[in-house]
């Protein structure tokens, strides 16, 4: 764990998914933190001056034409805070908390929120200190940014609702107590809005399953290239002459990364009796180079969005205040369905090179993997889960993007949907990782059966440690707990990483 610092401005992938992931460090940047006096400052003048500003001095969605008198401003930011606050659901895992914290507060930290330091330190803090704000996963419509959930993250900067803390949920007062914080006493003018009125629990939820995405798709190419040996797959397709003529960047670097893989095999090339493998073998280019020219182009949409503002109204230095709609999720919605439809793909291949494994005693292999079988089934179930899988999948890839239902008496009238989309994907991404995973499983069977002594140099370290976890074929036996490792294995970046 090392430390990242966050300006609102530069936070980059790599070090997000430090902080995500492995519990980075998360500090602000000390000129960030005094830039917000100066647009807090512009908000307290218009304030003064008695300026009509939403969500300030005016009522919010359809009560936009009501004017809060001064007596009752702040008061409306903590009720806006506690009646926003009614998502459903499972609690978020830590991870997309954790990301929510992040993504957050270095939106803020961008300085058009007319927020204090003391609330964005506040939430770096409990992201660093591991106080996690229970947040229900059901309730945003992905725009006028994630109202429900991210009421629920403010409400235990106030000391209410609930968090997670080492372990336990507690309410929010205690767990910031435990972790030597400080509840806010008031939240000023804004305030309130600022924390709800943002992308992060979208983003969150797209930041995981880029991540997962990126982890699943080495592991899915070093699976590929395990199993094209187990089958004794052809070479021919892999040839650069064939992806120089259809020149896509992802095809063709696909197409390279296995030749690079499967260099120096004595298992390719062996079997003679047909000239051409199924697709999830010889159109392994076509299908994957895709998903990673879809994991290219959604980086750079992330990339934008975790440093942007994304709250309404937003406060400049030369005094102007600004209603617009930068909280509208449309383009998260649509990276979130664009990478699911891909990680649907990557699933989907694995799983047909799985069922080429277990049926392919043309190859010399034995139905399902099994020695005896008959009395053994061998790894015939795991094509079950994969299906499975696969087949929830095509269920979550239905686009929730094209959808809209008005909120706030039609004030709102189109929403993006886009949190529906970025929970869709992170199920899709968690689903992926586990089908790489299986056909890991089934092609550390297979190399064996096939001969491991007779694997490339590219792939003899990852299936050497693939064997440390997954016992050799033989009498049928529990493997809950081998498929639980390797799935952990992928999920943690830890096989194909090289890739």
């Known amino acids: ?89 499972n609690p978020l895992p830590e991870e997309a908390v954790r990301g929510i914290l992040l993504f957050r507060a270095n939106s803020l930290l961008k300085g058009y929120s007319g927020v204090r330091a003391e609330v964005v330190t506040l939430l770096l803090e409990m992201l660093n200190r591991e106080v996690y704000p229970v947040i229900p996963e059901q309730g945003s419509v992905g725009s006028s940014g994630d109202l429900a959930p991210l009421a629920h993250v403010a409400l235990v900067l106030l000391g209410e609702g609930k968090a997670l803390y080492r372990g336990e949920t507690l309410s929010g007062a205690e767990a910031l107590r435990r972790a030597g914080l400080e509840p806010l006493e008031e939240l000023l003018p804004k305030e309130g809005l600022a924390l709800l009125n943002g992308t992060a629990c979208m983003l969150a939820l797209v930041f995981l399953g880029y991540v997962l995405g990126w982890r699943a798709f080495r592991a899915g190419l070093l699976a590929a290239a395990l199993s094209f040996q187990a089958y004794r797959g052809r070479t021919e397709p892999l040839d650069s002459r064939i992806h120089d003529v259809r020149p896509h960047q992802g095809q063709r670097e696909v197409a390279a990364i296995m030749r690079e893989l499967l260099k120096g095999s ?41 440093n942007s503002a994304t709250d309404n109204p937003l406060v400049f230095p030369d005094g102007a205040v600004l209603s617009g709609g930068n909280f509208h999720g449309e383009i998260l919605a649509f990276v979130a369905e664009w990478l699911g439809g891909a990680l649907c793909e990557l699933a989907a291949s694995c799983e047909r090179r799985i069922a080429l494994l277990l049926s392919a005693s043309d190859r010399g292999l034995p139905p399902f993997l099994a020695q005896e079988g008959g009395k053994n089934s061998g790894l015939m179930l795991i094509q079950y889960t994969a299906a ?6 095509k269920i979550l890839a239905h ?39 299986l056909e890991l499983v089934c092609a550390r069977w297979a190399v064996e ?15 050497e440690r693939l064997c440390e976890l997954v016992p050799p074929p033989g009498e049928d036996r529990y493997l809950g707990d081998t498929i639980d490792a390797v799935t952990q294995l992928v999920r943690k970046g830890e096989i194909g990483h090289g890739l």
């Not at 010889?282 to 180079?289: A, E, K, S, V």
């Open 399 to 437: 686009p929730a993007a094209v959808d809209s239902i008005p909120t706030s008496a039609g004030k709102e009238d189109h929403n993006s949907f886009g949190a529906t989309s970025a929970w869709k994907l992170w199920r899709i991404a968690e689903n992926t990782v586990r089908v790489v995973a």
């Open 388 to 393: 499975a899988l696969v087949g929830e999948n």
């Open 266 to 306: 004595e298992l390719v090339d062996t079997f003679r009796g047909d000239v051409q493998d199924p697709y999830s073998l010889r159109c392994l280019p076509q299908i994957l180079g895709p998903v990673l020219e879809t994991l290219w182009l959604v980086e750079g949409r992330i990339r934008v969005e975790m």
């Open 449 to 463: 059966l096939a001969g491991a002594g007779k694997l490339s140099p590219g792939t003899r370290a990852a299936y």
């Open 1 to 89: 764990m090392g430390e990242v610092t966050v300006d609102g401005h530069r936070l980059g992938l790599a070090d997000a998914e430090e902080v995500v992931f492995h519990k980075a460090t998360a500090v602000a940047s000390p000129q960030a933190l005094e830039g917000l006096r100066r647009t807090q400052e512009v908000l307290a003048r218009a304030v003064e001056d008695e300026r009509p500003i939403y969500g300030v001095n005016t009522g919010l969605g359809k009560l936009s034409t009501i004017r809060i008198g001064k007596d009752e401003i702040l008061s409306l930011q903590r009720n806006l805070v506690r009646s926003h606050a009614t998502a459903v659901g």
